[in-house]
């Protein structure tokens, strides 16, 4: 489920900022070009809701380094806008998925966006059958 996560922002982000953006997972590749975008799970939360149901909370950091090394205030003020709208609600794994938690912070020159997406997973469960035989044996008076 995070990879469909993962996938959806990649996706949202390459509607946000087309080929403009280099968008990274995995590492910081150190000969990157500004602008860039990583994004980095940072915390998976589990909680057991009733019988096969999980509440499932992915928590992200996605990072924006800004091209421009005068005026980055004024670039980070548009980024942050069009995160803020545009990672609110993502497709991941066929389904739409809202953010919340949605905070914002800058340092080192560096924006550092996060947001939460909450969803409910199913434990799938081998069946067994109910009853696999039943003998009956009936009688009648008189007989």
Known sequence: MVNDIMDGIKNTLYGIF??????????LKQDFEPPAIWILELKTTQEHVIRNRYNRRYNFDVQYFPKNENGITQEINEVTDALLLGLEYITAGGNLIRGSDISYEVQDKILHFFITYEVFVLKIQDKEPLMEELVQTQHTKGD
Do not use: K
């Not at 087309?18 to 590492?27: A, K, L, Q, R, T």
């Open 18 to 27: 087309g080929d403009s953006c280099e968008i990274m997972f995995d590492e």
